[in-house]
């Protein structure tokens, strides 16, 4: 019985601790979003387009064939490429929190509950994240030369967001978050 009291305070020590840090985080990420037509069309996956593209190993492969071309060459390539994809994952990884904070704006907002709707947000936030873990890990096997990154599930994943968004957004009618 004593245990169960001695982890039940441990438990809301912690929680007190985290909640300053969750208040100060939801206060800063407060500023306004521009939820409008435009805004959410300029988050085009157009952008990620050289994302997916830049890890491939076409281009490898034909520096491995040209004269004069070392190893050492092809590590010092992906270490650069796995730096530019890092920024590009930081990109996407921030566009996909600005649709899901628009995304729980609107529905506070809104005067009709839509429990599907917060429903599919949690779940497309769970395999946003899975999929960030995953590409985040294959990043750093092809690092060292193993395997290769795939992309692509992730940007899907960002892009039916933005359209879920984008339907709930009319084209006239600008909101400020």
Avoid: H
């Amino acid at each position: 019985m004593e245990l169960i009291i001695v982890i039940s305070v441990l438990a809301c020590l912690a929680l007190a601790l985290a909640l300053p840090l969750l208040i100060r985080k939801v206060a800063v990420s407060g500023g306004s979003l521009p939820v409008t037509a435009e805004w959410i069309d300029e988050l085009s996956i157009e952008f990620y387009q050289p994302m997916i593209r830049l890890l491939d190993g076409e281009d490898l492969k034909f520096l491995r064939s040209q004269p004069g071309f070392t190893p050492e060459m092809a590590a010092k390539l992906r270490i650069q490429r796995c730096r530019i994809f890092r920024g590009y994952l930081r990109c996407l990884n921030a566009d996909f929190g600005r649709i899901c904070a628009a995304m729980k704006v609107l529905m506070v907002q809104s005067r009709d509950d839509r429990p599907d709707l917060a429903a599919a947000l949690v779940r497309q936030q769970a395999r946003f994240m899975s999929g960030m873990l995953m590409v985040q890990f294959r990043l750093f096997l092809y690092r060292w030369g193993v395997g290769a990154v795939d992309v692509s599930a992730l940007v899907t994943v960002f892009d039916l967001m933005r359209l879920e968004l984008r339907t709930l957004v009319p084209d006239a009618v600008p909101m400020s978050a």
